[in-house]
């Protein structure tokens, strides 16, 4: 799999349910970022969670890393319509001489939330 | 506050023209970062300035690139000789201070909206 890769690709679910959005990464990182695209938009930082943190939480947003098998997970409680959207992990690289602007990015969940 | 400004947000160009992209960053912001995303994939790391200053240009294409953000004025990216592969989204993203990574610095990049180019 290529580094920062989610899945699934698609996740279709109804107002009210949560979402849960998976993210895996092969070298080590520094951090792991998730972020949202609305469609034809630019991207929204959402939570960042470091490498030495396994779990953060900011308002509906719960996200986990577990540095040991390199996957993070991000989830949507209670979801709305309005959090339709692509979401998107990114990785900062460990040991980048202050490089963490080259962040990583997957191919991102493409979550709809049905009315 | 407003947020990092791309225009145009669409482009249509032909093969073999030129294509330049501006992006004015966020107020107090001096770092500038460019992201290609090509269709169905994530984002790529392409260029990051600072002010008259190339400091990475690691993930840019060295033919028929460059990138440049002057003293005065926005960061401009400029794609020479456009081919149907160079058909994107480019986005540019901006942080006030250089993104380390550290434990005082969130790491975190402010992005614009993209610049969607089409090469016909």
């Known amino acids: 799999s290529q580094q920062g890769e989610e899945d699934p690709q698609a996740l279709s679910i109804q107002e009210g349910e949560n979402a849960t959005m998976n993210c895996s990464y092969k070298?080590?990182?520094?951090?792991l970022q998730w972020y949202r695209q609305n469609s034809g938009r630019g991207l929204v930082h959402l939570i960042l969670i470091r490498s030495n943190e396994r779990e953060k939480h900011s308002g509906r947003l719960r996200v986990t890393l577990d540095t040991s098998k390199k996957s993070s997970s991000l989830l949507i409680t209670a979801s709305r319509a309005a959090d339709t959207a692509s979401y998107f992990c990114?990785?900062?690289?460990?040991?980048?001489?202050?490089?963490?602007?080259?962040?990583?990015f997957g191919k991102g969940t493409l979550l709809t939330v049905n009315p | 506050n407003a947020g990092v400004m791309q225009n145009p947000r669409h482009l249509v160009r032909r093969r073999g023209q030129e294509a330049r992209l501006r992006c004015s960053p966020m107020k107090g912001h001096s770092h500038v970062y460019w992201y290609r995303q090509l269709p169905e994939e994530g984002l790529k790391f392409m260029v990051y300035?600072?002010?008259?200053?190339?400091?990475?240009e690691s993930g840019m294409p060295k033919e028929r690139f460059s990138a440049e953000f002057p003293k005065e004025g926005p960061s401009i990216l400029r794609i020479q000789q456009v081919v149907r592969g160079d058909s994107a989204a480019y986005f540019c993203?901006?942080?006030?201070?250089?993104?380390?990574?550290?434990?005082?610095?969130?790491?975190?990049?402010?992005f614009g909206e993209g610049s969607r180019l089409t090469v016909l």
């Open positions: 300035l600072q002010k008259e200053n190339i400091i990475d």
């Open positions: 993203a901006s942080s006030r201070r250089a993104v380390a990574g550290t434990a005082t610095n969130t790491g975190e990049l402010f």
């Open positions: 990114a990785t900062g690289p460990l040991n980048s001489g202050g490089s963490n602007y080259k962040l990583t």
């Open positions: 070298t080590s990182i520094n951090n």
